[in-house]
């Protein structure tokens, strides 16, 4: 009941915050595909916590355990079952929550929708299930590699401050995006924003609402390069359809949009539109406000989408709420949390991104007799 | 492949644009549901061509034949298949497109992807298509109607022409949004916006847009009213996550956004959150930034979100393209198209909003022992 | 909710015994096939009632028409409907059991689970309903067709009259299978039996069963010749369970067994084993009594497999049953039913294998990089 | 692909005969359910190796860790991860496998399909795989017995002895199967037959077997009590095919009937229909050769099922195969295998069964409105 996602490439995600440990099952994953240990590993470690001063301080090795599906070295087209422990759950720091709901969180609505609930650290709610995700995801993206495919996703936005990226994606013209390039940048400062002198001051901005014991939203952006033609199933499961579901399953989403996007809604059909044009003997558009996909299925353009995260519920200051017996009470924000996610979002999205990217490449397989 | 939705309540669609007709099967409807072919109808009537001067002229009846499931006028618990013919379908519009890609619609990917396509009106990738989800949907609309569920949809944004029912939605507070009231205004303008001084605008531009040859975008904005507490299913199909895969799968869509949505990424947790109060002995929140869903389960307040659609890609002017057979051509549009397709855009938000919503509603029967 | 089946190549099917038709909705054939309505009639011809004096006399002429998804005589990739419209529907027949149970129907469970049913020729639950699972198979059977595979069934079994092929199929050794040869013979008789003495024992214990008023039930045999090595899912997606699942959905399937079957439980891994050899550069079996299927996976060897029918429900004589108010009641057959209904099972016990074969065909497109 | 199995509550296996062990992700368990590690274990050990001197010798303590999902005692909503960890592996044992392939193994179909294999063992296609199957099945039988149903299986056959048992449930009449006896005297002898000169016969048969170096198959019996009406969901769902699905999944399985099975094509419609009767105000059938099930609907009867096992491939005697290279040669069983599977198997069908039952039972909570 919602825990997989994926038709062929199937994957399903279990665990809590303060369980034993998450984890997740990658069942459709072709055989004789390589697999990295390492490359998941460094996938985590972008998502870890306490990677820089502007995350939060939990300690987690985030160590992944393939449990089975990989037999020296390759995937047997068995299920590959990925396993992390979790280490430094502090629990007692929820006591107080057992009986308490914090607003924006998820505590109303799973103890009102199941009867109970796992109050520590949110349970199955804690973005802490995004690394079982991560996991998966790196299997998808080492697919996707095999087949020259390439994703790569940075902070465009935080608070009001937005990178000259994220508009010159929306404008995105031949010659096409260059990915390596913005992805160099913004691997290389602790926002993961591709431009410098934005990066810069949204630090300072993460910094500043963190000492105001308050937090902040951002917007991710993604770019897919080198999609082959005709991924995406018509006429419910397009490729932006699974793109965007898998994105809003992530923690904190409120928004998806690809191609000219919102920016589109006020635009004129002769501006909007793609037009063609052959280059090198392939067909491509001059233009790319259709973001790479054209009737739900890619068209071999830079597939690109924008992906807004809320700030974070947890706030240092006092706040309006209710408890389980329906009285009124105060919650203050207790735990170990980010001022913002969106640094530490990036390498959810690429997974996301990554797992539907492979299922639907595999799925296209069966397009034609 | 990619041809139904919904897990218990589950729509599988079939048609093109200029085939016999279009149609769908519902299955998992609840028996023993009163069908009511007028409130069928009468949405089918909300989405089909030529209903105003402002729509494309193309003349469909769309009357909807029940071929199976219902019996003395009950559901049965057994598949609900609707069938739609196509009456006013002039594929010779079409004969020149034959070998031709028109620039931002499905044409180029269809042929990519199976090597063959049905050039008549977009085939399958027609919005023609939409119609059996207004039919299916109408169905979704009188389970939740039985339940006391309620939604609504209307345009907020046609170019720049913003409504300033967008914005109040998107602060939206107690006392609830007035979903009647919105309605009662937005069903009796032909752009069906929900203030009277911005529909005027909005019909005026379209006007102009459709003289220019040219096309527009817009933003349809969507309410649920009366959900109950606890749908939506973590981890995957979150209540946002499920609604977005759906409305993604319309055509022309490239934006969804619920609750304080891309705004959000601008504000902090402090201004974002909402406090619980109780309210009558009902556990509500202060705000509705969360758009009527946390952690991915409905919360009891209103659900609202909305939809960005590209403006339609087919106008007058010559448009630089390439055939088949890899040469550069130009392409002129022809065949009868919608200058701006947010007014009948409405009913077809609604409809999958409503598919989504029954089927959590069914699905949500199964959380607790 | 139950009415699909498959997962690439998905089969919907829809309609009742008594309203205006039945159908299915293919979809996830493959773009490219040509499409013969020759075909789908000819299997519908071999399905139809009143083909011959040892079937049911009702009347239809069972002609389908495509309603979407083929152009020019090939498959496009999206979803065909198929519709076959009810002619011979005498609903008045089945006045008298609006308020009663027949036994061994599925009237009281239906009622039961749904709170209502529609009474009449059994609705959902009757039999006719299989003519839309021959029409897709039919389309099945042209994907498997093209690849050189083929399915043919027959009956071995009427009562306790067992054909001598019945046999000689569990203990099947290399020379392999000589279908073609086995359906020339059973083709040519009307209980479909590939041995003729047996053939014209059967008919005569049909037509004395027909005269007492009562029913015999039987045994289908199918083969499937050319099968790939490969196709079928470990672990719970077996190509035996796939097709038992299919096959079981066939009404009054009551038994199901492939290759040594039950025999097989009486016997010794010494005798049950089938040697590996090496013939014209393929592996092969010495023996068959794995059926072609190992591991849940074919082995490239003839796939064969035996369903037992119970003999129909319908019968003249009174019987004792209950009504709606839960009194006792008499029942007495009336209606037009078959006294045996092995002979037209045979084209829908093909139907079903050629629809799990084409989808695990289709499948197992992705079991490698 | 292929290791899921249920729609609602829905069972993910993984792992490998040889790896680090074997795993099930239980998803859809409604939340509030007591889970007892007590139980689970219980049937795990009804199923693990080296339980008699009948069972094949490997020593694995099948120890269960619950890594999710379960929260003070009790489910909640979340999925329920169970992993056991491989203990006695001998590895070195399958050395001479790595490119040899086993008759009437998975051994050749696993390295066709895949181009790969993990050998030792048999990897997937080993049937400890089964163990993460008796502990899913656990949960779901938790979820049975919390409304009263009961599961049961015992060996009704070996080789060609069979118990009365066998019989007397193919011409069940009411008064009902008395399980709870069946079972007393089932469990309390190592073959696990309900009829103790039967069991004692088998024992010594399965002896005799085994000093030949060989292996013998046999019967598993399965009786459901106190189903309610209602479960199954028509037209492909049917509760018998979704059983022999399951079943079908297990290793070794064969055949499947239900009811009169095989039996009822040798009989008439007069002898095989189950008249109803009303008893104590229910709605009762005096025979129940429909063996609990109509229209693929539970009719609230027993339901009762019989499994063919065949024997285990593995023997001792030298047998004629093949080698990855195409060469022929010569193979004899090593490793630890059991001489009959059917005592240790018995646990298995129960947990299959259960798992369709918990997963139909919940299905049926959306049958009506």
Not at 184 to 202: F, G, H, L, Y
Not at 311 to 316: K, Q, S
Request: with cysteine.
């Amino acid at each position: 009941m919602g825990n997989h996602i994926g038709e062929i490439l199937r994957v399903t995600t279990f665990g809590e915050s303060h369980g034993p440990g998450i984890g997740a099952v990658v069942d459709g994953c072709p055989a004789g595909l390589e697999i990295s240990m390492d490359e998941i590993q460094k996938d985590l470690d972008r998502r870890k916590p306490g990677q820089s001063h502007i995350t939060t301080q939990r300690k987690e090795s985030d160590t992944v355990k393939i449990l089975s599906g990989v037999f020296e070295g390759k995937s047997q087209g068995t299920p590959i079952a990925l396993f992390i422990p979790n280490e430094d759950a502090k629990s007692a720091d929820y006591d107080h929550l057992r009986e308490t709901f914090r607003p924006s969180h998820a505590d109303f609505t799973y103890q009102q929708k199941y009867g109970l609930r796992d109050y520590r650290g949110g349970g199955r709610s804690s973005a802490r299930t995004t690394a079982a995700v991560v996991a998966a995801g790196a299997i998808a993206k080492m697919i996707l590699k095999h087949e020259g495919i390439m994703i790569g996703a940075f902070v465009t936005q935080v608070g009001t401050i937005q990178s000259s990226v994220f508009n010159s994606l929306a404008a995105s013209r031949n010659p096409a995006i260059n990915l390596d390039g913005l992805l160099k940048i913004s691997e290389s400062n602790i926002v993961r924003c591709p431009d410098e002198e934005s990066a810069a001051r949204m630090i300072e901005l993460i910094e500043q609402v963190r000492k105001a014991g308050d937090t902040i939203g951002g917007v991710v952006s993604c770019v897919v390069k080198h999609c082959p033609v005709g991924l995406g199933e018509p006429l419910f499961d397009k490729l932006q359809a699974d793109l965007a579901k898998a994105i809003f399953s992530i923690n904190a989403v409120h928004g998806f949009e690809y191609g000219s996007g919102f920016a589109g809604a006020a635009m004129r059909g002769s501006e909007n539109n793609d037009p063609y044009l052959i280059e090198a003997d392939r067909v491509k558009t001059k233009t790319n406000f259709s973001g790479g996909m054209q009737g739900g299925i890619s068209n071999g353009m830079d597939i690109y989408f924008n992906v807004a995260f809320k700030p974070v519920a947890t706030i240092v200051a006092a706040q309006e709420s209710v408890n389980l017996s329906g009285e009124s009470v105060e919650v203050k924000g207790r735990g170990r949390h980010d001022p913002c996610v969106v640094p530490r979002a990036v390498p959810i999205v690429e997974a996301m991104a990554a797992i539907i990217l492979a299922d639907h490449w595999l799925r296209n397989r069966a397009a034609r007799m």
